[in-house]
């Protein structure tokens, strides 16, 4: 896949700052970090999308645990990091080679998340009060 950046940059054709590879993956720093850690987690194989890997395949399985090790290198295991994978373009996918995010810090993502939780609290707390009038 000549045209496929993941895959170039998995042939060495295209730069990227590696933490970690092995035979079923590659991972390195996001070129577009949205937070103090961001890594991506890139099987060396071809594989387009997360709904493209076939049944029982242990890929993601394997992608967990390098997301792990990486956390623990990277400090931030305890801490704490979101390991996610975007699913199509409806997902927010813009890359078509399976990729899984580990993402750490203050990023825009999880600012997102605590937004909508904390609206929803204050919507249930404030349609509670409506019924007890
Ligand atoms: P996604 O939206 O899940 O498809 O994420 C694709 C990610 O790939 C984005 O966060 C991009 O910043 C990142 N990206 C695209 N090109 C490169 C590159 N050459 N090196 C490192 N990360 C890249």
Not at 14 to 39: G, M, Q, R
Not at 58 to 80: C, F, N, Q, W, Y
Request: glycine share 10%.
């Amino acid at each position: 896949m000549n045209d496929c950046v993941f895959c170039n940059i998995i042939q060495g054709k295209i730069p990227a700052k590696k933490v970690y590879e092995d035979e079923l993956v590659v991972a390195f720093h996001d070129a577009n970090p949205t937070s103090p850690v961001h890594v991506l987690i890139v099987p060396r194989l071809h594989v387009p999308t997360f709904n493209d890997i076939p049944e029982g395949d242990p890929i993601l399985t394997h992608m967990g645990e390098v997301a792990r090790k990486i956390a623990k290198d990277l400090g931030v295991a305890e801490s704490g990091y979101r390991f996610f994978v975007n699913v199509n373009r409806g997902g927010g996918q813009v890359v078509f080679h399976l990729h899984a995010h580990v993402v750490a810090g203050n990023d825009f993502g999880t600012l997102l998340i605590k937004l909508a939780i904390g609206g929803a609290i204050l919507w249930r707390r404030l349609a509670r009060l409506g019924h007890k009038k």
